[in-house]
């Protein structure tokens, strides 16, 4: 894999999200999957065929960013309700919730080290937050519009951001400065992240285009427009050398990056692909998107759901868990695709047509075998009014929050400003005492040439 690309063919599909699959990411230290939906829940696969997957009930709108951290014990999802949980994924369902942004939260990534997270918001801020001391830290404030997405450099002294203002920004973490803008898009930068080593950064846009930019020397380096539509996510392989990108084209697409080329095109999603994502092995990649069904190019006729746990939230977030058999709406799918040298595929422009005979690999599920549901109530011995009560004090702690938000807003807007004044302040009074030391000069001057011209004169 680090050298070759082999064909790719579809391992299996996942299917129990009940809306637009719009996240997903791999654990590297388990054969587990993350995924994220406009259902609003978040749902742990394992790749074992055999094994149950569960459903985590939170989040009160949209879900959408979702990450393991490195050491693969945490969950990190990211919602349009203004909040960022950070999830212990057991049978528990407990998750620590994070607020600070006072708009929808577009992504969250952890550092590398998995010590601090950094989240982008519609609030057009980008956050870091302590993932040890579960709190806000800081925030970049410089997008003028929605910020779509923001990572880590591998050495996390760096962070990319991009958003709906068409820029790409680089900041310095020891100096929370931005040190590089790159404004060449012709619509919303959409996604932006780091190879593997961190020399280089890749963003995508709503105007169909993939850049990859050398941070060093600050140069484009490659520049594709293989999609037909606005590029959503990406993601690179370990190795550095392939990127497979989703678009709202309903395609997934695998570039070489060594010989700067598209090799792949993978067609079975039928509406936008809103999230794609490699293993950290890079033996296999998921996509998901907004198709409420699957597409008959790489249909997996014998593979059948596998058995959901469905976690309610613990109750010290009072938060009331959701049956997510309420809505039985067509359940949409993550193909998570494995790179098989023994199958054939099509290569670029063209679909894949060995999903359907691949898709068998998946494993068959027992008939009659079910999830189970754990809903709030049943977990929760405390009576209804302790729990209302518990509700109006989290809302109020919502509000506060709320508040404290804009006033730290507005704290780093007043310091900022008083910077420019100190620094101006600082340039005016080292322009006074240029000019009264040039008087100075001048007096002197003046005098040693009376001094001098006394005598001439007196002869």
């Not at 587990?32 to 009930?57: C, V, Y």
């Not at 620590?96 to 519609?122: E, I, P």
Request: glycine share 8%.
């Amino acid at each position: 894999m680090a050298s070759v690309m082999e064909d790719p063919t579809l391992e299996r599909h996942f299917k129990g999200h009940k809306d637009a699959v719009t996240c997903a990411d791999f654990n590297s230290k388990h054969k587990q999957l993350a995924s994220g939906s406009a259902d609003k829940t978040l749902m742990i696969w394992n790749l074992n065929p055999k094994a149950r997957a569960f459903r985590f009930f939170g989040h009160k709108d949209v879900i959408t960013g979702v990450q393991f951290s490195p050491a693969g014990d945490l969950v990190v999802s990211a919602s349009q309700d203004k909040t960022v949980r950070l999830w212990t994924p057991s049978i528990k369902g407990e998750s620590m919730v994070f607020k600070a942004h006072t708009a929808t939260v577009r992504s969250v990534s952890f550092s590398h080290d998995g010590q601090r997270l950094v989240t982008a918001s519609d609030d057009k801020s980008v956050k870091v937050w302590s993932v040890h001391r579960q709190r806000f830290v800081y925030s970049l404030n410089q997008h003028t519009n929605w910020v779509r997405c923001a990572r880590f450099s591998p050495d996390g002294r760096l962070i990319a951001s991009c958003g709906d203002d068409r820029t790409v920004r680089l900041w310095d973490t020891s100096t929370k400065q931005c040190i590089n803008c790159f404004t060449e898009y012709g619509g919303s930068a959409t996604f932006v992240d780091f190879n593997t080593s961190g020399t280089c950064i890749a963003s995508s846009g709503a105007d169909n285009t993939l850049k990859i930019w050398d941070i060093r020397t600050n140069k484009l380096l490659q520049h594709y427009q293989v999609h037909s539509a606005g590029i959503n996510c990406f993601s690179f392989h370990p190795s550095g050398n392939y990127l497979i990108s989703g678009s709202s084209d309903s395609t997934v697409k695998i570039l070489d990056l060594l010989e700067g080329r598209l090799i792949y095109t993978l067609h079975g999603h039928k509406g936008p692909v809103l999230t794609v994502a490699f293993s950290r092995g890079g033996d296999f990649f998921a996509s998901g998107g907004c198709d409420a069904q699957i597409s008959p190019m790489v249909a997996d006729t014998q593979t059948t759901a596998p058995a959901v746990i469905e976690v309610g939230q613990a109750l010290y977030t009072a938060t009331t868990a959701v049956n997510g058999h309420a809505n039985n709406l067509p359940a949409p799918r993550i193909a998570s695709t494995s790179l098989n040298p023994n199958e054939d595929c099509h290569s670029s422009g063209q679909g894949s047509t060995s999903g359907s005979q691949s898709g068998q690999m998946g494993g068959r599920r027992e008939e009659g075998e079910q999830g189970m549901t754990f809903p709030l109530e049943m977990r929760s011995d405390l009576p209804m009014n302790f729990s209302s009560t518990l509700e109006r004090i989290v809302q109020q702690l919502d509000v506060l929050t709320q508040t404290v938000s804009v006033l730290e807003e507005r704290l780093t807007l007043t310091e900022d400003k008083l910077k420019e004044c100190l620094f101006n302040q600082s340039q005016i009074l080292l322009q006074v005492r240029g000019e009264e030391k040039d008087r100075r000069r001048e007096r002197v001057e003046e005098e040693r040439e009376g001094e001098s011209g006394s005598p001439v004169a007196s002869a």
